[in-house]
């Protein structure tokens, strides 16, 4: 589109079977995504062997590169499981750590009525005021089966928590694989 200057990155998700046999490593995204001319890498919590050893390594490589990081998670954002909720913040911490412009979230099943409801609301909130405090804002996005997965459900929780650090992105994709029609 004239006038528009959208960037382009790279999913790691591309490179999952490179991966998982050993001939790619998360080591190799930034160089890859700079040889190819896109403006940066989705990395994902599945994209580490050794993240302690990684992460730093990546973060020197992509900001070398000039690269824009987002930062996917497939910790669900409501969670009655406190381990996940810890998880989640958790991976905040590790976008911020990349410097990501957005980290991806699922949405899962929506809290119900009554305190273990309220028990993931509150979750919720501090998770979005600390991706706030850390200045990462946090996207729903439609997975790709339910919970969680309908325009419907993103826009009602997007509504529920009315941050400014909360919103979505629109995987077409998974909308039309979970039968919904993206347009």
């Known amino acids: 589109m004239?006038?528009?200057d959208?960037?382009?990155?790279i999913c790691g998700d591309q490179f999952k079977k490179q991966m998982q046999h050993g001939t790619m490593s998360v080591l190799d995204f930034a160089a890859m995504a700079k040889s190819v001319g896109v403006q940066g890498v989705e990395y994902r919590t599945t994209s580490w062997k050794d993240m302690a050893k990684e992460l730093p390594l990546v973060c020197d490589q992509v900001r070398e590169a000039g690269l824009m990081v987002t930062y996917a998670t497939f910790t669900k954002l409501f969670s009655r499981d406190?381990?996940?909720q810890q998880q989640l913040m958790r991976d905040l911490e590790d976008a911020r750590t990349l410097g990501?412009?957005?980290i991806k979230v699922s949405g899962g099943e929506r809290p119900g009525q009554g305190l273990e409801?309220?028990?993931v609301r509150k979750a919720v909130r501090?998770?979005?005021k600390r991706a706030e405090e850390v200045g990462v804002p946090v996207a729903i996005e439609n997975g790709g089966s339910a919970p969680g997965n309908s325009w419907q459900e993103i826009k009602q929780a997007i509504e529920d928590f009315s941050s400014p650090f909360l919103g979505t992105l629109v995987d077409v994709g998974n909308y039309g694989r979970s039968?919904?029609?993206p347009v």
């Not at 959208?6 to 990155?9: A, D, F, G, S, T």
């Open 82 to 84: 406190e381990a996940q």
């Open 117 to 119: 409801g309220e028990q």
């Open 100 to 102: 990501a412009k957005v």
């Open 2 to 4: 004239a006038g528009f």
């Open 179 to 181: 039968g919904f029609d």
């Open 6 to 9: 959208y960037p382009i990155l």
């Open 126 to 128: 501090t998770f979005l």
